[in-house]
Each structure stands twice: as structure tokens, then as C-alpha cells.
Nanobody, 127 residues
Framework: QVQLVESGGGLVQAGGSLRLSCAAS????????MGWFRQAPGKERDFVAA??????????KYADSVKGRFTISRDYAKNTVYLQMNSLKPEDTAVYYC??????????????????WGQGTQVTVSS
């Protein structure tokens, strides 16, 4: 079992930046992709970004709504994945969740492809 712990959420004004972190409880060769999802009140949990976790990989995918503003990255030695969020908008307000996928392959956008989830961290963007 892998535990994921998010941090870095908070309140920021529109146009500002935040960096989210997600630390895995231990290194595991069974994780192939790490991703970020978000869920706004009354809405479904949507894909934000994902990155290949394997040492030789680095493929990334982004939701259209965050391309050019958000960047996902990883620190393999620290078992940590990051989400740098720039030019934040009020519509980015949501609880952000980290997720891990045990299945070999490229980053996927489907929520049900991910096996482990963190507890979430709140991001609030004021206008």
C-alpha cells in the first residue's frame, strides 16, 4: 500500500501562483504514473495533469484548461511529484488530489485508472 500526502494548497488572488506537492510514503517500483485531479463543489473529480513515474520516463499530459499555466514535475529521489500552478483563475478553485497508477503504460486521464489517492488539499483563488 502506498500513501500519498498532498501539501501546498491555500488562498491566492487571481493571477497568482501556488505549488502543490505530493509525497509518496515509500519508493515503489509498482507505480508507473503520478497524477493530479481536482474537484470543485458540486462537480465531478476531473483530470488536471499526470507524469510518468518510472526512472527513464517523463511523459506528461495536461487537461486543456490548464495547458500553458500548470506544470507537473517529479523528484524521483524524494518520491515526490509537484504541480506548479501559475496565472491562477477563480475557476481553478477546487480540492486537488494526488493519485498513483500501478499499471504500466503512459499517463492516463481516466479517474478509474488510478489506484491510490491522497486526502486532497484545498486551493482557493479569489477574484
Amino acid at each position: 500500500q502506498v500513501q500519498l500526502v498532498e501539501s501546498g494548497g491555500g488562498l491566492v488572488q487571481a493571477g497568482g501562483s501556488l505549488r502543490l506537492s505530493c509525497a509518496a510514503s515509500r519508493r515503489t517500483s509498482s507505480i508507473y504514473v503520478m497524477g493530479w485531479f481536482r474537484q470543485a463543489p458540486g462537480k465531478e473529480r476531473d483530470f488536471v495533469a499526470a507524469i510518468s513515474w518510472t526512472w527513464s520516463g517523463g511523459d506528461t499530459k495536461y487537461a486543456d484548461s490548464v495547458k500553458g499555466r500548470f506544470t507537473i514535475s517529479r523528484d524521483y529521489a524524494k518520491n515526490t511529484v509537484y504541480l506548479q500552478m501559475n496565472s491562477l483563475k477563480p475557476e481553478d478553485t477546487a480540492v486537488y488530489y494526488c493519485a498513483a497508477d500501478r499499471t504500466p503504460g503512459p499517463p492516463l486521464l481516466r479517474r478509474d485508472a488510478y489506484d491510490y489517492w491522497g486526502q486532497g488539499t484545498q486551493v482557493t483563488v479569489s477574484s
